[in-house]
Antibody
Framework: QVQLIQSGAEVKKPGASVKISCKASGYTFSNYVIHWVRQAPGHRPEWMGWIDAGNGNAEYSQKFKGRVIITKDTSANTVYMEVNSLTSEDTAVYYC??????????????WGQGTLVTVSS | DIQLTQSPSFLSASVGDRVTITCRASQDVSSYLSWFQQKPGQAPNLLVYGASTLQSGVPSRFSGRGSGTEFTLTISSLQPEDFATYYCLQLNTYPLTFGQGTRLEIK
């Protein structure tokens, strides 16, 4: 069965960086796109970007361009997201989610369990 | 960016009630709209995709309708496990955007 297992919770100081992993199993890693979504406490989810696990192409929300980097390691079936220059507003649960395509479109069915990132001095 | 506005933001209902949540998009998103259920401490759980296709394993009391800019999620007979927060998500245009959520609580 498809599983996305994310790395554990992180506590960071303002100005630091964090790198979260999302390890995929149960399917052919390079055939699918992975998206990243975050959710601050009490807020709606917020889309951050995606990576094509096949060719490594990545696209980002304009809000995060230049501060977020999404990468992959095919040998490890793992996608990474690094967020730089952290502030308290980056305190959130970060999720990875895999694309599923159909004839009529696409959707995000499979989600990681989430990684809580807390930014505090 | 496409704005998604859900109504109501908060809903108090009883077991057995029929409830409908509306999601309105600021631009046409065709049928590229999904509905999720989220419980505290959990990842969003996909209920409906393509505006009206029920995800496998989701109870048939859930249904989705709509296209373009107006969408609904209906729960025909609320069960205790349905009390949660519900979000719509548009996948038509980047950046993907979510509605602000509808919190469904037990009356």
């Amino acid at each position: 069965q498809v599983q996305l297992i994310q790395s554990g919770a992180e506590v960071k100081k303002p100005g630091a960086s964090v790198k979260i992993s999302c390890k995929a199993s149960g399917y052919t890693f390079s055939n699918y796109v992975i998206h990243w979504v975050r959710q601050a406490p009490g807020h709606r989810p917020e889309w951050m970007g995606w990576i094509d696990a096949g060719n490594g192409n990545a696209e980002y929300s304009q809000k995060f361009k230049g501060r977020v980097i999404i990468t992959k390691d095919t040998s490890a079936n793992t996608v990474y997201m690094e967020v730089n220059s952290l502030t308290s507003e980056d305190t959130a649960v970060y999720y990875c989610a895999r694309v599923t395509r159909t004839i009529s479109g696409w959707y995000l069915k499979y989600w990681g369990q989430g990684t809580l990132v807390t930014v505090s001095s | 960016d496409i704005q998604l506005t859900q109504s109501p933001s908060f809903l108090s209902a009883s077991v057995g009630d029929r409830v409908t949540i509306t999601c309105r998009a600021s631009q046409d998103v065709s049928s590229y709209l999904s509905w999720f259920q989220q419980k505290p401490g959990q990842a969003p759980n996909l209920l409906v995709y393509g505006a009206s296709t029920l995800q496998s394993g989701v109870p048939s009391r859930f249904s989705g309708r709509g296209s373009g800019t107006e969408f609904t999620l209906t729960i025909s007979s609320l069960q205790p496990e349905d009390f949660a927060t519900y979000y719509c998500l548009q996948l038509n245009t980047y950046p993907l955007t979510f509605g602000q959520g509808t919190r469904l609580e037990i009356k």
